[in-house]
Nanobody, 117 residues
Framework: QVQLAESGGGLVQPGGSLRLSCAAS????????MGWYRQAPGKQRELVATITSGDSTNYADSVKGRFTISRDNAKNTLTWYLQMNSLKPEDTAVYYC?????????WGQGTQVTVSS
């Protein structure tokens, strides 16, 4: 099993920055794709960004040039990040991290990001 723990959400003014973290624990050796998704009130969950174990990245058009996904695969640990710059009110949502393994997908509990003046 894999457990995912997110951190880094909060309230920020438009134009500000936040950095989200997702720390994976448990059976992490076979995670091949890591991602961030978000869900705003009344909307479906949507992909924000993904990164593979080979460091290939993919971004939603709405965040390209503003958000950066990265990962840190130190010994026995795996953490991935979402650096969010130039935040807009429409980025307000609950952000979830996601880990894909051959046997399935795991989700974090979500962290709230609110962009408001």
């Amino acid at each position: 099993q894999v457990q995912l723990a997110e951190s880094g959400g909060g309230l920020v003014q438009p134009g500000g920055s936040l950095r989200l973290s997702c720390a994976a624990s448990g059976i992490i050796f076979n995670i091949y794709n890591m991602g961030w998704y978000r869900q705003a009130p009344g909307k479906q969950r949507e992909l924000v960004a993904t990164i593979t174990s080979g460091d290939s990245t993919n971004y939603a058009d709405s965040v390209k040039g503003r958000f950066t996904i990265s990962r840190d695969n130190a010994k026995n640990t795996l953490t991935w990040y979402l650096q969010m710059n130039s935040l807009k009110p429409e980025d307000t949502a609950v952000y979830y991290c996601n880990a894909q393994r051959p046997l399935g997908v795991n989700w974090g509990q979500g962290t709230q990001v609110t962009v408001s003046s």
